[in-house]
């Protein structure tokens, strides 16, 4: 077994009472003593923070923006040159089947590009970009900060209360905060569909500022368990599961996640891996799409369960990628993929449960609607 590791906010979270779990590689609060379901209500009703200094932190930097955004756009299908500075972008790398091999988030900060990438795809993340951008392209992974999310309506009062430029962030803004002393890089956004910012800190000091966001009224260390069910409610994808090496973004309903400019007849079409195969989904369709699913009664549908139509016998239509218990919903609630024929909205379905077949139906995503601030 290979060792753990640890976040610089792991002695808190023992502090706090956390049950720590393995988590794509690291030693991570899956719950605190509040427990899943309170932890997910106090971040829809208040604020939460969040540790996800497991996630990878990368600057891109070169001699001018348009080297730096032209070089990322041959790694992603997004407009990255388009990027105003002091913005960010969800993304996505694709291979040449046209397969997402992670999705992440980027920012321009000047000429730089800040690139966050999931944690356990991280070290490919950083190796691919290397190969691909250097030596042009300065790839420098950062591994002296940590990540803190702070996410609820009450995320604003707590951190501008700190510093009140972030009160004049909007949904995607990033800016140069000073918390409680602190010098830091935040972004007014978030996995939760809630209203957050996203704060990346210099590890010796996370500690001493995720102290002083708990101390404040309204705010709750907040575990994976919940970030899971907050998402799911929320219609976002986690990587490995709702997305992967083999899904096609036009499957997985991330067709908006591709702007115009990079789409056939846009001014940079394509020039990213698999561009032919993805393009060519956005002209042809698919036969398969991301759906939400709402299983009737109050038994979850996990992840794997098998889908099938509502014929007589039943045929295989689709596979459940995650599933649960929404807490806000009150029942439980589902995504996979299913046939594009059997994809629309209240088409009635079957998921088999241990060799039982339940009623369930295709359902309108996200089930929580989202509260960012435009």
């Not at 509040?34 to 070169?62: C, N, P, W, Y």
């Not at 990587?239 to 992967?244: K, L, N, R, T």
């Amino acid at each position: 077994m290979t060792e753990l590791k640890r976040t610089p906010l792991y002695d808190l979270h023992n502090e706090l009472g956390a049950k720590m779990v393995p988590f794509a590689g690291y030693d991570m609060p899956v719950q605190y003593p509040l427990g899943v379901m309170k932890e997910h209500q106090h971040t829809r009703e208040a604020a939460g923070v969040f540790d996800v200094s497991h996630m990878g932190q990368v600057i891109l930097s070169g001699e001018s923006w348009d080297h730096v955004a032209r070089s990322f756009e041959s790694l992603v299908p997004m407009d990255v040159l388009g990027l105003e500075d002091g913005r960010q972008r969800y993304g996505m790398f694709t291979n040449d089947a046209g397969g997402i091999e992670d999705d992440l988030m980027f920012a321009r900060r000047g000429n730089d590009l800040f690139v966050v990438v999931n944690a356990a795809c991280k070290d490919a993340d950083i190796a691919r970009m290397k190969a691909a951008l250097e030596p042009e392209i300065m790839v420098a992974a950062i591994t002296d900060r940590a990540l803190i999310a702070v996410q609820g309506p009450g995320a604003e009062a707590a951190v501008a209360g700190m510093d009140p430029a972030a009160a004049d962030m909007t949904f995607m803004d990033v800016r140069d905060l000073s918390l409680d002393g602190v010098d830091v890089w935040a972004s007014r956004s978030g996995y939760t569909g809630e209203d957050g910012y996203e704060i990346s800190a210099p590890e010796d000091q996370a500690d001493a500022l995720t102290r002083a966001l708990l101390a404040l009224d309204g705010v709750e260390a907040i575990g994976l368990g919940a970030r899971d069910s907050l998402r799911l409610e929320a219609g976002l994808c986690l990587y490995g599961h709702d997305i992967d090496a083999e899904t096609n973004p036009v499957e997985g309903a991330l067709n908006w996640a591709i702007q115009k400019v990079r789409r056939n007849g846009g001014d940079r079409a394509g020039g990213f891996p698999g561009a032919d195969v993805v393009l060519a989904a956005f002209e042809n369709g698919a036969s398969r799409k991301r759906v939400g699913l709402q299983p009737e009664g109050r038994a979850p549908m996990r992840e794997g369960v098998e889908v099938f139509d509502a014929a007589e016998g039943g045929h295989h239509v689709g596979t459940v990628t995650s599933g649960g218990f929404g807490p806000t919903t009150g029942g439980p609630v589902a995504m996979g993929y299913i046939s594009i024929d059997h994809s629309k909205i209240g088409t009635p379905l079957w998921g088999e449960v241990r060799g039982k077949r339940m009623p369930l139906s295709v359902a309108k995503l996200p089930f929580v609607a989202a509260n960012f601030k435009r």
